[in-house]
C-alpha cells in the first residue's frame, strides 16, 4: 500500500504508549489482547521485525495481562485488576465466560511466545485449550 511513512510515524508513537496507567482499574483480557497485543504483534510481523519497539511493547503489555492467569485454576479473569493494590489480592476466574474470549487468546500469546522464545506466554494459554480438551 506503500504507507511507510505512515507506519514509521506510528512505530514512534507506539514508544510513547504507557501501558502502567489507565482511567480503568480493570483490564478487558479479551479486548485488550486482540486490539493492543494483537496490533502490536501483527505490526511487528509485517515490518518483518525491524522495529524492536514493537516486540518489546507486546511483551511489556503481555506481562500486565499475564496477571490475568494468576487464579486458583490458572483459568484468566476476562476483567482483570491489574493495579499493583488490587493485583496483589486474590481474585478468581468466572465459572461462566464467553468460549470464543478464552479461546482466541491463543494467537496471540502463542505468537509472542515464538517471537520471544518464552513459553511462559504459550504456557498460560495452553491451560485453556488443555481444559477444552478435557471438557
Request: aromatic share 10%; proline share 3%; charged share 20%.
Amino acid at each position: 500500500m506503500g504507507l511507510k511513512e505512515e507506519f514509521l510515524e506510528a512505530v514512534d508513537a507506539v514508544n510513547q504508549i504507557d501501558f502502567t496507567t489507565s482511567i480503568r482499574k480493570d483490564i478487558p483480557l479479551f479486548e485488550t489482547t486482540i486490539r493492543y497485543l494483537g496490533g502490536l504483534l501483527g505490526a511487528c510481523d509485517i515490518s518483518g521485525a525491524k522495529h524492536n519497539t514493537l516486540l518489546d511493547k507486546a511483551t511489556e503489555l503481555a506481562e500486565i495481562l499475564m496477571g490475568a492467569f494468576d487464579t486458583p485454576n490458572r483459568m484468566p479473569i476476562t476483567y482483570y485488576y491489574w493495579e499493583p493494590t488490587l493485583s496483589q489480592q486474590a481474585q478468581r476466574a468466572k465459572s461462566m465466560v464467553v468460549l470464543a474470549e478464552m479461546g482466541t487468546l491463543s494467537l496471540e500469546f502463542t505468537r509472542l511466545a515464538q517471537l520471544t522464545g518464552n513459553s511462559k506466554y504459550y504456557d498460560a494459554v495452553a491451560r485453556i485449550t488443555d481444559a477444552l480438551e478435557q471438557w
